[in-house]
């Protein structure tokens, strides 16, 4: 159930000085060291001094939110129970029409699933928001390969020609959304983000920032 009717399997794959790769189990060795080889986690690479800084704020943000925020009524903004609407309302924005996760379940199947099924939802995300335990098969992916776009056919050999996507659990993306938007509610409410941060924000702001710019340019 995707609308992508373009054939996005991976064709044979080219290696400098190496005979062309053409089963699926040496393409898959080859996509996966060179896209999971894991230099990210490499010390050299690895930049303490911003990790310890990014965990220090955390941990006072989270501190000062405690402190502030004491009684039930203070933290019903945040830390309240997950509602049956804010997951209607989520599964309403479920992108329709993509391919599933692991769990094999299309959106469309908990837009139609009906009101029994939600609230069953409702129950279990209310438990995993209390536990603060993610299910395991929650943070398994699918990663598919998919040819970039504009390359020549000739490249289409070439493992650079390829990039990975992650297909997760729509159940999975469900809860992200819901706590996206209780989140972003409880930051912007708050200012906790910096008033000079224009990206990654959720109100329309591209005027806003384009206008600083004006001046320079007239």
């Known amino acids: 159930?995707?609308?992508k009717t373009e054939d996005n399997s991976v064709l044979p794959l080219i290696v400098e000085n190496k005979d062309p790769i053409f089963n699926n189990e040496g393409k898959v060795e080859l996509l996966q060291k060179i896209f999971f080889g894991g230099n990210h986690?490499?010390?050299?690479t690895f930049d303490k001094e911003f990790y310890d800084k990014i965990n220090k704020e955390y941990i006072e943000l989270n501190n000062n939110y405690k402190e502030n925020?004491?009684?039930d009524q203070q933290r019903d903004g945040f830390d309240r129970?997950?509602?049956k609407d804010q997951v209607e309302a989520a599964i309403w924005r479920l992108r329709t029409w993509t391919a599933p996760g692991p769990d094999q379940q299309f959106a469309e199947f908990f837009k139609?699933?009906?009101e029994k099924f939600t609230e069953a939802i409702v129950t279990m995300m209310n438990i995993i928001w209390q536990k603060g335990e993610i299910p395991t098969e929650w943070k398994m992916a699918d990663v598919k390969f998919l040819r970039k776009p504009g390359k020549t056919s000739y490249m289409y050999y070439s493992?650079?020609?390829?990039?990975p996507i992650s297909l997760t659990c729509?159940?999975?993306k469900l809860m992200e959304r819901v706590i996206l938007e209780r989140i972003v509610a409880y930051t912007e409410g708050h200012r906790l983000i910096d008033l000079t941060q224009k990206g990654f924000r959720k109100q329309p702001l591209n005027k806003k920032c384009v206008t600083p710019f004006s001046p320079n340019y007239s």
């Open 159 to 163: 493992s650079s020609s390829y990039r």
């Open 170 to 172: 729509v159940i999975c």
């Open 69 to 71: 925020n004491g009684t």
């Open 81 to 83: 129970e997950i509602s």
């Open 41 to 44: 986690l490499i010390p050299d």
């Open 112 to 114: 139609h699933a009906g």
């Open 1 to 3: 159930m995707s609308m």
